[in-house]
């Protein structure tokens, strides 16, 4: 008995130490100089958890053979996946992480809740996993753009509908101890709704929107953590599970704030389709350049800006902009990148990218630096974005973008505009861009284009 | 129910805490801080560890949720590493 007690006792302290750990791990992984550090604290806290944890459980080999599973299924995807592959990994891993807290939920209902304020937790914590779960699937499916089901489609209606019922059923379900009703099978209903349900709340929102979703079910897997802790009185989870669903809510409103959206605008409305008001028709001529001509100018300018998008990320042309950026750089050009925070799929997408091609991350400049110094750039060149350098979003009250901080590259002496064709980027809004007066539009293949230009400049 | 209160406060300031620690982050480590929270999430796995397993079902969920968590926290970690290990200055 003495024994155990003091088991506990460790068992404690040894959790006070590991949350200790997670919050100046999280704390480091926000700065540039620690972050490695800051994941190593954190993997740390997690081995020394779970070190003290599996010494008391009843089986022991079958759960360690469960982690050796989970260790090597993990451990090959994470070393294996591609870069340009990341926002669709992130996702995934955070949906197991969301389907172990609602099954840890589903566990603990089996054995029984012993007072309503358990009872209250387990329904909780099976929503909140089990949406996070298969939300995440979804986020997945969409990122890897393996499921494209438009938004409109009745598929995408049906799951919606399911969705707002599960949240009913939720409320139903919290209840459900005070009601005298026929006997239904309540508890199997609320776990298949919650993972229907977990579908239709990912299904309608469109890939632009992803940076958004994919940072808020980031933030739910970590409160759904955090229920679970609440639930199996564990300090651990708690800590750790809250530290993560803040993380995440501030990347949602980080992202939210750079698009001049509400988050519930961006889960339940999405954009208007105003893309056919008056302003869209006010069109002109576009002033196509090709890739030599683009080598002159590029060649004479002494200040380059580059602004990547999610087109970079499809055309997998990271390597050749950095290729790019360093030839004009030997010629004597200041080069530096503007990147957007909502530019390509997920929170800091384009970010990983160009450090995969080796791209120095001191280059790279946010909006709010960026901006004031437009006017001296020479050459501000776009490569597959759109809507974030859309001046609709500072110049037309009525564009349904209007008010989203943007890169201003029409400020800059002339623009380039790398693109496969004339169609409008993932809010339907047609773009001003193009047709100004310093605009030049470069058609085709970003890498093709890109490659092109490397070439001039080699020969 | 006291413990309850009790828990129920070191939510509200850890929550707290996090918002505070993590209120201004660079957006070159966006992602590496997602994905690194990600596996931090992965804590589910202590949970799963200690689910009562006294029925065969019950021992079916507490092996799964313990492997689902396992992916989660070893695919996090990893892959964080080798994001962070690509940025580098100048």
């Known amino acids: ?459 | 129910m006291e413990i309850y209160a009790l828990l129920g406060f070191v939510l509200i300031l850890s929550i707290y805490l996090g918002l505070e620690l993590i209120s201004k982050v660079p957006s070159t480590l966006h992602t590496p801080l997602m994905s690194g929270a990600n596996a931090i999430s992965g804590i589910a796995i202590v949970g799963a560890l200690i689910l009562s397993t006294d029925s065969s079902l019950q021992n079916a969920i507490a092996f799964l949720a313990v492997l689902f968590a396992s992916i989660n926290v070893f695919g996090g970690y990893l892959v964080t590493n080798r994001m962070l290990k690509m940025f580098k200055k100048k």
């Not at chain 1, 020394?48 to 982690?67: K, Q």
């Not at chain 1, 996702?91 to 566990?107: D, E, K, P, R, V």
């Not at chain 1, 980031?218 to 800590?239: C, P, Q, R, T």
Request: proline share 4%.
């Open chain 1, 1 to 459: 008995m003495s024994f155990l007690s003091d088991l506990t006792a460790i068992q404690n302290i040894v959790y006070i130490i590991a949350s200790i750990l997670f919050i100046s791990g999280i704390k480091m992984l926000g700065r540039e100089d620690t972050a490695v550090k800051g994941n190593f604290l954190s993997s740390f806290a997690m081995l020394i958890a779970v070190l003290v944890t599996i010494v008391d459980v009843v089986n022991p080999l079958f759960l360690i053979s469960a982690i050796a599973i989970g260790a090597i299924i993990g451990s090959t995807i994470a070393l294996r996946v591609k870069m340009t592959s990341i926002p669709e990994m992130v996702a995934l891993f955070n949906g197991f992480g969301g389907l172990a807290t609602f099954l840890i939920a589903w566990s603990e209902y089996n054995s029984l809740p012993d007072n309503y304020f358990q009872h209250l937790l387990i329904m909780i914590t099976i929503f909140i996993g089990g949406v996070t779960f298969t939300g995440s699937i979804i986020a997945y499916g969409k990122l890897s753009e393996k499921l494209t089901i438009a938004k409109t489609s009745i598929v995408t209606k049906i799951f919606t509908t399911i969705f707002y019922c599960s949240i009913i059923f939720l409320l139903f379900s919290l209840a459900q101890p005070f009601l005298t009703i026929p006997h239904i099978n309540f508890f199997t209903v609320l776990l298949v709704l919650t993972l229907l349900g977990g579908i239709g709340f990912v299904l309608p929102i469109g890939g632009g929107d992803m940076p958004v979703v994919i940072s808020l079910l980031n933030s739910l897997s970590g409160i759904a953590a955090a229920f679970a802790g609440l639930l199996l009185l564990n300090n651990v989870l708690i800590v750790a599970g809250s530290l993560v669903g803040a993380s995440g809510l501030i990347l949602t409103i980080i992202m939210a704030k750079a698009m001049n959206r509400s988050i519930n605008n961006i889960l339940f409305v999405g954009y208007a389709s105003a893309s056919k008001s008056s302003v869209a028709e006010e069109q002109g001529e576009v002033s196509p350049i090709n890739v030599s001509d683009a080598y002159l100018i590029l060649e004479s300018a002494s200040s380059v800006v580059i602004i990547p998008g999610y087109g970079m990320a499809v055309a997998q042309a990271q390597h050749v902009v950095r290729e790019l950026g360093e030839l004009l750089e030997e010629n004597g050009t200041e080069v530096k990148y503007g990147i957007h925070p909502v530019a390509g799929r997920m929170p800091g997408h384009m970010n990983v990218l160009l450090a995969e091609a080796n791209v120095p991350y001191d280059v790279l400049a946010e909006p709010e630096d960026i901006n004031p110094i437009m006017d001296s750039v020479d050459v501000a060149v776009v490569i597959g974005a759109n809507d974030v350098v859309n001046p609709s979003a500072t110049e037309e009250p009525g564009s349904p973008i209007y008010g989203m901080p943007i890169i201003e590259v029409h400020n800059a002496k002339t623009v380039f505009v790398l693109k496969r064709s004339m169609s409008s980027g993932f809010a339907g809004v047609q773009n001003p861009l193009f047709f100004k007066q310093n605009t030049r539009m470069l058609f085709g293949d970003a890498k093709e284009s890109i490659g092109g230009l490397v070439s001039e400049f080699k020969d």
